[in-house]
């Protein structure tokens, strides 16, 4: 089967903070302005005043991806400069933080509803959209990606901190998503008219205010013709958050030349997918991830191995080959954002400085 090489759009979520205290700042609003009237509106607010989203346009080449990621990560940050903040790609803030829900309806009738959740959301992720042909083709994607996407989450970590205190945990961020009512993994849906159901009844439930409040780990955009992906903690560099790009469309295309094929979906429980969330969450790539074909513990440099073969054609189709292998060698050599974190502390003994220098990495 001939598949063309799929699209990619990445959004990243930035937190906002004092360059020198490290505390995150509520001046979304000044950043945002600053961009948009540069740029033509490529930032956008979210349900914190300390927190702004990027978003790429979709692209085939992932050089392209990474000029424009580099790009957006500038402007934000010179904008952020202007305000007198800093832009940093930590997926939550190291220090204690009270976030100030931003001044929208929406966002301020969440926190309302939600309540706790709502109020100590300041997380930040990472969501990497591919083109699909239609929703029943991402459907079928859908249920044919579930059982690889811890591996996502081990290699994008990038929150270990949490309110003054190390979590213990590679990516605290995971933890604190899944407290939203629909986030986490999905069970398989077998068929588009399963998964549109299944929306409106999430919604019908009164629980959740609208389609856009559909959390899951993984789901079609109902705007746009992409499968969007969405477990990984924003990257704390570009060369990551590209890495992660390459394979997420790896693992989508290669799910879709499966389903073309017929070969069904691995039926995993979602109740195992969890587990095997909860462990890529809570140590990333060093030591085990959860093998899921097998439902056992294995080497997370094994697994990662097993991706890349399971995924072998469409890499090549894509020429991601030589970007995912050396990007999974560095990461295993050289650890994850979260890992950065915990280098900057252990050298200056001060979250203070774990913030500076994810200011320093995020436009590097």
Excluded at 63 to 75: C, G, K, P, Y
Excluded at 213 to 222: E, K, P, T, V, W
Excluded at 241 to 262: E, F, K, P, Q
Excluded at 339 to 364: C, G, K, N
């Amino acid at each position: 089967m001939n598949t063309p090489v799929r699209t990619v759009g990445v959004e990243e979520e930035f937190l906002l903070v004092d360059p020198g205290t490290g505390l995150v700042r509520a001046a979304a609003h000044q950043v945002t302005r600053q961009v948009n009237e540069k740029l033509g509106q490529p930032v956008q607010r979210e349900l914190t005043q300390e927190q702004v989203e990027v978003g790429t346009e979709p692209a085939t080449d992932l050089a392209e991806v990474r000029s424009e990621l580099r790009w957006l990560r500038q402007s934000c940050a010179e904008a952020a400069a202007g305000s007198g903040v800093a832009l940093v790609a930590l997926a939550t803030s190291p220090l204690a933080a009270a976030p100030t829900t931003t001044w929208d309806t929406r966002y301020l009738t969440m926190t309302a509803e939600f309540g706790q959740v709502g109020r100590e959301q300041l997380t930040c992720g990472c969501h990497v959209h591919i083109g699909v042909d239609s929703r029943e083709q991402g459907v079928d994607a859908l249920d044919r990606i579930r059982p690889w996407l811890h591996c996502l989450t081990a290699v994008s970590t990038n929150s270990p901190y949490w309110a003054g205190q190390d979590t213990g945990y590679q990516s605290w961020r995971t933890v604190m998503w899944q407290r939203w009512p629909s986030a986490g993994p999905t069970g398989p849906f077998g068929s588009v008219e399963v998964y549109e159901r299944l929306a409106d009844d999430m919604v019908r439930s009164g629980v959740l205010f609208d389609r856009k409040m559909l959390y899951y780990d993984a789901r079609l955009s109902d705007h746009q013709a992409t499968l969007e992906v969405r477990v990984p903690d924003v990257c704390g560099s570009v060369e990551d958050t590209v890495l992660v790009a390459a394979l997420v469309r790896g693992l989508v295309s290669t799910a879709i030349r499966d389903s073309a094929n017929g070969v069904p979906p691995l039926l995993v429980r979602t109740e195992l997918l969890r587990v095997a969330q909860w462990r890529a969450s809570r140590s990333g790539v060093h030591g085990e991830l959860v093998d899921l074909v097998e439902s056992r513990p294995v080497p997370a440099a094994d697994l990662l191995d097993r991706l890349v073969d399971h995924m072998a054609a469409a890499l090549r189709r894509a020429g991601d080959t030589d970007l995912v292998r050396s990007g999974l060698d560095r990461i295993l050599r050289d650890g994850t954002g979260a890992d950065s974190q915990r280098a900057a502390y252990a050298e200056h003994h001060d979250l203070a400085e774990v913030v500076r220098d994810a200011i320093r990495r995020t436009v590097t």
